[in-house]
Each structure stands twice: as C-alpha cells, then as structure tokens.
C-alpha cells in the first residue's frame, strides 16, 4: 500500500512537473506569432509608407484585426538653417496590447524626388 501510494505520488509531481513546462511553452510560442505577425504588419506598413508620394506622406494610426495598432509619424528633416532638405523621417510603431504592453519600432527616410543629387 505504501508502494502504491509513493508510486502515485512521483507520478503525480512528474505529470505537474510536466504540464507546467508545456504550459510555459505554450506561451512562449504565442509571444513569439505575436512578435513575428507585429514584424509582418509593420513591415507592411513602412512599405505602403514609403510609395506614397513625398508631399502627401502624414502622420496617422490605424488597427488591424482588432488586436494590433499601427501608429506612425512623419517629420520634416532640417539642415543646419532650420531649411526642409527634401527628407522626411517616418518612424513607425506597432503595439499589440492585448498579450501585454508589446511594441515594436521601425524608421526610415523618405526622400523628395525633386531633390536627387546631380539634378538641377
């Protein structure tokens, strides 16, 4: 009987030893799909960014599938005289709150064509 009752207590802190390491997995892998589909979305985005042309390139937000939020800002570049020197910076951030406060940050630069070097 103290067999018995051993025996079950060893099988019982191996099956709990076991349920919380796939347990923990299990979210890992759901923190790394919501990192890689973040990536996937913000990439997407700077890419729709940076064909639209330089003078109606703005500022905005928007949400996709109810679960991420996409904000970016787009700023005017200045040379050292305070002067537009055809460049916008667009830095973008995707958030997906749901999982915990997650983020992540992209940035670039967007130049004006009527600016290219060599042009005059």
Aim: proline fraction near 2%.
């Amino acid at each position: 009987m103290i067999e018995i009752l051993v025996s079950a207590v060893i099988v019982g802190v191996v099956g709990t030893s076991a349920f919380y390491f796939l347990s923990s997995q299990s979210a890992m892998g759901t923190r790394g799909n919501d990192v890689l589909k973040g990536v996937s979305l913000g990439k997407l985005k700077m890419d729709s960014l940076k064909v639209v042309s330089y003078s109606e390139l703005t500022s905005g937000t928007d949400t996709v599938s109810e679960r991420y939020i996409r904000s970016w800002h787009v700023g005017v570049i200045r040379d050292a005289m305070g002067l537009p020197n055809g460049r916008k910076s667009l830095e973008l951030t995707v958030y997906w709150p749901l999982t915990g406060e997650q983020m992540i940050s992209f940035s670039s630069i967007k130049s004006d064509d009527k600016f290219k070097e060599g042009e005059e």
